[in-house]
Structures are given as C-alpha cells and as structure tokens.
C-alpha cells in the first residue's frame, strides 16, 4: 500500500507503467521544470541515473518495498531493465508536455539560470531510496 503523505511527499495525480522495455533500451532522457515523482520497481530490477547541476547518482531498484523520489529539476535516464521489470511511475501532475525539458542544453541552460550566485550556497538534498513501509 502507498499513502501520501506518509510514503509519498505529495498528492499523486497521475501512475502508469512501464514494462517489456527491450534488452539494451533506454526510457527517461528529459528532466521535469515541476513535476515529482516516485519510481518503484513492483517487479524485476532497473536503473536510474539522475543529474543536476553538480553531481550524477545511479540507484538500482529491486525492491518493491522501496520508491524513489525524484524532484523537479533532475535529468533522469532509465535503463538496465530486467526482461522482467514493471517500472511504476507515480506523479505530481497530469501530463504536460510544457513540464518537460527533452534537451541537454536546454536543461543545462536552466539550471544555469537558477543557481544561486553565490558560491557558498548550499546545494539541495540528492535523491534518496525510501522504503514504503509496508502495513500489517
């Protein structure tokens, strides 16, 4: 069971799958400029690799049990999927293809213009896994 706000930080308004991606395909390549969103793998296993303005992190996911969450603001590759991963996808928002940054420049670009101008800013919390607890 998945509840907000304990297991996930906002109110969902969107799920959807993906599964049979094929052997070596990639999904993801975009980042969000609002969107959230918690990525589970309900089965098999997959990667995500997610970039910002200073670092890369990669998670394998395996576990049902445990979800990532995924800020606005994050480039996102999806890969490494297992012949037998079923990725849910839970979001923020609706569709909107104005949400969406599909350039690398063009992401670039973005955080460029909303980073602090201070070098002693602090930098925002990486993405973590959180286990969704699971209820007796």
């Known amino acids: 069971m998945i509840e907000t706000p304990e ?34 793998a309900m089965a098999g296993r997959f990667s995500i690799t997610l970039t910002d303005a200073r670092a890369v992190r990669t998670f394998e996911l395996t576990d049902p049990s445990v979800g990532l969450y995924v800020p606005p603001m994050l480039w996102r590759d999806l890969h490494d999927f297992s012949a037998d991963a079923v990725c849910l996808v839970i979001a923020s928002a609706e569709y909107s293809e104005d949400d969406y940054i599909r350039s690398r420049a063009e992401f670039g670009a973005a955080v460029a213009r909303a980073e602090p101008s201070s070098s002693t800013a602090p930098s925002s919390s990486p993405p973590s896994a959180a286990t969704i607890p699971k209820r007796t």
Request: net charge positive; proline share 6%; hydrophobic share 40%.
């Open 7 to 40: 297991q996930v930080p906002f109110t969902i308004r969107r799920l959807y799958y993906l599964y049979r991606v094929a052997p070596g395909q990639q999904r993801g390549g975009h980042a969000h400029k609002a969107l959230e969103q918690v990525f589970v």
